[in-house]
């Protein structure tokens, strides 16, 4: 099954305002990245959590900004610090939430090997 914008936004309601045209490229470019042949069924689940990872990345400024664990906190006049200074790169998988279920499901794939 392709993964389309709809399907996306009910696995990850949480992205529900982009536009599905923004949400499609990036659809787009996690499914070139995934490769149906070694992920098998779990292609799509590949390509959803890296739809989201790159949303997260390039789209949700909510998500991208400050997403890090929290290595500074402050009481009096709140104030937090975040482990992910300036922009997070996209191959950063563990960057965002959704990159470090990508990785993780990543290491379940064996793909046949080349010769």
Known sequence: ???TPSDFKTRFPEFGP???????????EAAR??????????????VLYLTAHLLAVFENDK???GSGPVTQK??????ASFGFSGEMLESDYS?????RRFKS????IFAARCL
């Open 1 to 3: 099954m392709a993964v």
């Open 18 to 28: 982009i536009p599905n045209d923004r949400v499609r490229i990036h659809i787009d």
């Open 33 to 46: 990245n995934v490769s149906v042949a070694a992920w098998g069924q779990k292609a799509d689940d590949g």
């Open 63 to 65: 998500t991208a900004t």
């Open 74 to 79: 402050k009481a009096g006049e709140v104030s």
């Open 95 to 99: 960057s965002t939430k959704y990159g």
């Open 105 to 108: 499901l990543l290491s379940t």
